[in-house]
């Protein structure tokens, strides 16, 4: 059974910066992802990472903010999130696949596992 935790989160400024983790057991996935979600909106897609080859996917509202990287034995990952915005306040979940996804990336159908999210606000 595989298991996703992620940490990190927190209340920071606007402007300020916060590194959330994901760490993986029960399998190495071939991809991972970060969403987020506020209540009463739809889950959407931060970021995705590819494992075998690390490459990158991110949505336009936080390209050149957030990174998403790995540690080289595929089993922690990292979302660096600098110059946060209030708008990007929200629970922040990781994601895993084994097998893809074989499909569009920012789809939450698209995933296996997830964690049970870690908030993030960002107020003054």
């Known amino acids: 059974q595989v298991q996703l935790a992620e940490s990190g989160g927190g209340s920071v400024q606007p402007g300020g910066s916060l590194r959330l983790s994901c760490e993986v057991s029960?399998?190495?996935?071939?991809?991972m992802v970060w969403f987020r979600q506020n209540p009463g909106k739809e889950r959407e897609g931060v970021a995705a990472?590819?494992?075998?080859?690390?490459?990158?996917y991110y949505d336009d509202s936080v390209k050149g903010r957030f990174t998403i990287s790995q540690e080289n034995h595929k089993k922690t990952f990292y979302l660096q999130m600098n110059g946060l915005k209030p708008e990007d306040t929200a629970m922040y979940f990781c994601?895993?696949?084994?097998?893809?996804?074989?499909?569009?990336?920012?789809?939450?159908?698209?995933?296996?596992?997830w964690g049970q999210g870690t908030q993030v606000t960002v107020s003054s």
């Open positions: 990472i590819f494992t075998a080859n690390s490459k990158t």
């Open positions: 029960g399998w190495t996935p071939n991809a």
């Open positions: 994601a895993a696949s084994r097998y893809g996804p074989f499909g569009i990336w920012n789809s939450a159908t698209m995933w296996e596992a």
